[in-house]
T-cell receptor, first 114, second 113 residues
């Protein structure tokens, strides 16, 4: 089963507000990825993180790789209606048995009210 | 540059039948992995292929199998379909081995009736 705890499960916000979501695990990850998925579509990669402590931005999105390598955060600033969707964190566990395998969080459903 | 292409987009099958799904990775990408997405279990890893070799496999029964061709295109097969196999099947493409970004296709929506 999944080993990532993603929170919150859902968020209802007003356009213009900032959003924060995070993922935590009891295991150490080598890589953290953040994806956005629209209904009926595949996940779209937003940000990739490779080093503990790394902070990376992509437009209004900012993500961080936790120092302990067991967590990651995604922030969205000044939300707009097209930010609506499901956001997933995903990580690749350290260790040879996890080769090529991403473990996903349960997702955060974001709703933005105009 | 074309993205990951999965065919077909939608499938309806009957219990007991088998199905084959196809995935063409991004040009130049040599690694293909497959995931099953359901409302109850979320995104679950099925298997990954690199250079025509299965490198890793998730916790799915042997009814789920796959292969990769020399042009990096991949297929997955599910035999003796069960109602619980209804899901969105997603293919992800990577440039190569190791910790690199995975890019997903639009998925194949399989419904088993």
């Amino acid at each position: 089963g999944q080993q990532l705890n993603q929170s919150p499960q859902s968020m209802f916000i007003q356009e213009g507000e900032d959003v924060s979501m995070n993922c935590t695990s009891s295991s150490i990850f080598n890589t953290w990825l953040w994806y956005k998925q629209d209904p009926g579509e595949g996940p779209v990669l937003l940000i990739a993180l490779y080093k503990a402590g790394e902070l990376t931005s992509n437009g209004r999105l900012t993500a961080q790789f936790g120092i302990t390598r067991k967590d990651s955060f995604l922030n969205i600033s000044a939300s707009i209606p097209s930010d609506v969707g499901i956001y997933f964190c995903a990580g690749q566990l350290a260790g040879g048995t996890s080769y090529g395998k991403l473990t996903f969080g349960q997702g955060t459903i974001l709703t933005v009210h105009p | 540059k074309a993205g990951v292409t999965q065919t077909p987009r939608y499938l309806i099958k009957t219990r007991g039948q088998q199905v084959t799904l196809s995935c063409s990775p991004i040009s130049g990408h040599r690694s293909v992995s497959w995931y099953q997405q359901t409302p109850g279990q979320g995104l679950q890893f099925l298997f990954e292929y690199f250079s025509e070799t299965q490198r890793n496999k998730g916790n799915f029964p042997g009814r789920f199998s796959g292969r990769q061709f020399s042009n990096s295109r991949s297929e997955m097969n599910v035999s003796t379909l069960e109602l619980g196999d209804s899901a969105l099947y997603l293919c992800a493409s990577r440039i190569g081995a190791g910790n690199t970004e995975a890019f997903f296709g639009q998925g194949t929506r399989l419904t088993v009736v």
